[in-house]
């Protein structure tokens, strides 16, 4: 990671513009430490004290709680919650000296909501959007939300464009109260499911002098299992926020989506759901919920689930069971960010991504549909990793290492002028390829004896990567990768069509295909035929059942030596 | 579940012949309780007490332990645990009046291994085979093995051949010895990765009277990723043994293919892994083994990782943290058998096996690899589970439920002789497919004014069953099942193809499409060509952009009643 060692801390693109002087403290509260597609691990500073990112932030409840704050921070490492300023206020108004951390009884960073949420329920709150600011500031809320106008579900076009329109107006007229706060303000985007009000949302707020954004209304998308429309939506809004400022998805607290979600750059997430679905009885997973009757072994290893079994569990008084549930689902939220960010670190947010999707088709499907947003994900994630790639499957094909690969190829590399013969060999089973002894055989009986032309240029083709040239053969990840086996169909094209790109494009006088029996082998034989066609030159294919043995390799050498 | 509310004692087909006495014991021994694929939740039954498999059972060394048996029952859960009756022998040989529970202090169940793993490292053992049985008889072993010969790895067919032939002597010549005995006595397989030896091991060694079987050598093939030999080696094993008695693999102690393994047909795991990758700084997840030194964060809900930070473990001293991370390895392997057997018990260890398979390329191939034995899984796998299927892609073909809807349908299924015309239509969205609005639609025109010609029968085509005729429609699994999009080439084909063979072997005189205009659509519309032309049948294709759009539905009612 060592082009990551001085922490990340690019200016807005748009924020110092109209509002330079905010903007240059709130830069500050954010410090990138790692990254992974465009999931990162962060820094987040406040006035109580800085938390790393991502983070799930538990939803708590101002007025009684089951599990206090506190001893969400000390035993289940919780060093951030949430709570709700309007129902604060609601309740202790009247008390102008009420500090929310005094509340809460935590010494840890506490974000506050504005009640926006109560707006989505019951249509209105009482209190202005003016006083629900000074509220927050008054009771030393660390992070802050302006009271936004949420889009909700399934309502019209216009209404959506309204509370669009009218978040921003009170975002803009926000701005003059929140400067020179100390608490870090969230400018909310709504939009819903409207991608191009999502993206005018984010535009707009993007360009004020919030210190982190939050997207609103995923709610109900995610109750649906919509993860295709939360994709988008996330990566709509994304793209079109400031990159450096953590973003916050509103109300998602489904341990089976935070991979996810991070991946596609959200840093923050709240939720209730550890205690809602508690006193449902029901019981979370990284692959999904389940209710407690449903239950005859509890999946999981956390303190709850390995001091009892699900009869006991099952037979607990209400009261104690909802707090065990609770925990238990608290348990699981942490330990699966804790997941993630770990994912994040060896840089296999990826891999950990394809196994999550195991849990619906749904998250499957959304998956799959991230291949739309290939170049965005190749841009964000770093060079390097420590790992090799695991390729599974066509899913895979969008992964930024594939994507990264074949742009190189097409954009930066060029192969010696004098080696004008291209050699195309089907990948040895050994990494690197050219660490081989396959490799060592061709280039031991390219080198010896009469060589009457220069020598030819070996490219192995290798799912998912298309081309590999000798020379990049040991760089990552060509030098370190796995695939499952068989390979699909869209993985064996793809494939086959990015050779065909390199040969049609290249200045090569002549390929040699030295293949072996596999239907990729036919595949790209196929493909090359078309593409030296079409560019006018020689094609020829030694092949044979035994690729590396004595009659097919003579073949290859005269081919390559005397030309036929 | 109520087709396995008494427990399935079926008698042995192989055991009943030579040995009636003791099998009428052993055979009481073992009781079903669930299943899915092979996978299935047993009650093993011993002097000591009952056991619940699949159990993982953590080798403790009778010298020394870090972690006592006691704590490992009362805080692990560990009901059995495994220990080597070679090495006990070896120290205490002389203190005839010794008992392995007082030694372990352990009250639960014990197993003990014969020596053989030291036959495996050090070429010999310093006791005879009949002394290794009358020992583990004498300290009062629950579950004791046969001083078998392990085949190892790497080794001349001609040994391995005579491992095979030494193990299956030495389990004959035992058989006096164990006669009436209370001890459960294995019977091991060997063979290592030859198929045709594993294979006339299993037969052999099963056709005598052992309680329980146990798979010798898959330690190296794991340590190597070979999880496709791996799988060839279980299902060879189990598919030649007498499917009720329980199945042992050896050695085998990785949390990440636990949930294959079960379904393949094991029931109990024994590994020393928690123990030595411990010593080793190697931390275990159900998706790979981490190094400590690799970790910046804690991917585990256990208790150790719960309480600590990846920093605070890795500076904790080395006695102090071996025992941690024992503790969470042990964790991890209890609570991910935990997680398989709910799996069971859901009727989900299918989806659980495609999520566990993102761990390592090799997995995945191997979960590719079991499509040649979906026979066998269909066959050992319930009819009815409570939840729906979810298909993820071509993996998913080899389910037990896609195999039996097939074999359904061309063994079981005649339409009514009165609906000799098919009508063909793309699924609708909603499940069951008849409670949609489309199905309604349709039926409500077919019903409706002049009907010159008996009602068409509908049928829905759906990736990836094929068709599903409309009484059959809201039946498990075709009522609830849930698919990824979009579909890949090998689903796509599979389904077309089933399509085709319907249309091919049945009797209708007369086929309509009303399609879609996916590429399904349009692949099945090919295959019923095909098949309409073999069969000399009339074939009307209706489609269009909006398949029940009005104009295209008045076309199909228009084809359907007046044919044209």
New interface residues.
């Given amino acids: 990671m060592g082009h990551l060692s001085t922490p990340e801390r690019t200016l807005g693109s748009y924020a110092t513009v109209k509002y330079p002087v905010i903007f240059s403290l709130n830069a500050m509260a954010f410090e990138l430490r790692?990254r992974d597609l465009l999931g990162r691990i962060g820094r987040l500073s406040t006035k109580s004290g800085s938390v790393e990112t991502p983070a799930f932030m538990p939803v708590v409840n101002p007025l009684k709680q089951e599990l206090s704050p506190r001893t969400m921070r000390e035993?289940?490492?919780c060093d951030i919650v949430i709570t709700n300023s309007y129902i604060i206020k609601k309740n202790f108004g009247d008390d102008t000296s009420l500090n929310v951390h005094r509340l809460l009884d935590f010494d840890g960073v506490v974000a506050t909501d504005s009640g926006a949420y109560q707006i989505l329920v019951y249509g209105d709150v009482e209190a202005s959007p003016d006083e629900i600011i000074e509220y927050q500031q008054g009771i030393g809320s660390d992070i802050a939300v302006i009271l936004d106008i949420p889009t909700g579900w399934d309502v019209p076009r216009s209404r959506v464009e309204w509370t669009v329109e009218e978040t921003l107006r009170r975002a803009e007229s926000a701005l003059p109260m929140i400067e020179s706060d100390e608490t870090l303000w969230v400018g909310p985007v709504q939009g819903g499911a409207h991608l191009d009000l999502v993206e005018r949302s984010a535009k707009e707020v993007g360009a004020m002098p919030f210190a982190i954004h939050a997207l609103g209304s995923p709610t109900e998308v995610m109750e649906n299992y919509r993860f295709s429309v939360l994709t988008d939506m996330i990566m709509t809004a994304k793209l079109n926020l400031p990159p450096e400022r953590p973003l916050h998805l509103f109300g998602a607290g489904h341990p089976m989506m935070f991979s996810m979600a991070v991946a596609l750059g959200c840093d923050l997430f709240d939720s209730a759901a550890y205690a809602l679905y508690a006193q449902a009885d029901r019981y979370l997973t990284p692959?999904g919920t389940?209710r407690l009757e449903?239950?005859?072994?509890?999946?999981?290893?956390?303190?709850v689930?390995?001091n009892r079994?699900?009869r006991e569990l099952k037979e607990t008084l209400k009261g104690e069971r909802v707090r065990l549930l609770m925990e238990h689902n608290l348990?699981?939220c942490?330990?699966e960010m804790?997941?993630v960010?770990?994912?994040i670190?060896?840089g296999t947010l990826w891999?950990?991504m394809?196994?999550?999707?195991?849990?619906?088709?749904?998250l499957?499907?959304a998956l799959?549909g991230l291949h739309r947003y290939r170049d965005d994900l190749e841009m964000f994630s770093p060079q390097y990793k420590?790992r090799g790639v695991?390729?599974?499957?066509?899913e895979g094909l969008a992964r930024p290492e594939v994507t990264r690969h074949l742009r190189r190829l097409e954009r930066q590399f060029a192969p010696s002028l004098s080696r004008d013969r291209l050699l195309l060999v089907s990948a040895p089973e050994g990494r690197p390829f050219t660490k081989t002894r396959q490799y060592s055989l061709l280039e031991t009986a390219l080198d010896e004896g009469p060589n009457p032309v220069p020598r030819a240029h070996i490219c192995f083709y290798a799912a998912p990567f298309g081309v590999v040239p000798e020379e990049l053969a040991e760089t990552y990840p060509l030098s370190q990768f796995?695939?499952?086996?068989?390979l699909?169909?869209?993985t064996l094209f793809f494939t086959a069509e990015s050779v065909t790109r390199y040969v049609a494009t290249s200045a090569y006088s002549e390929v040699l295909i030295h293949a072996g029996d596999s239907l990729l082998d036919s595949l790209v034989a196929d493909a090359c035929r078309e593409a030296c066609e079409e560019r006018g030159i020689r094609l020829t294919v030694v092949s044979g059942p035994k690729q590396w043995g004595v009659e097919v390799m003579g073949r290859l050498i005269t081919a390559l030596k005397y030309g036929k």
């Fill in positions: 790692n035993e289940f490492g692959m389940r449903g239950l005859s072994y509890l999946p999981c290893s956390c303190p689930c390995r079994d699900a348990h699981v942490m330990a804790d997941t960010k770990q994912a670190a060896e891999e950990l394809e196994a999550r999707s195991r849990g619906h088709p749904s499957a499907t799959r420590g695991f390729f599974f499957g066509p796995e695939v499952a086996e068989p699909d169909a869209r």
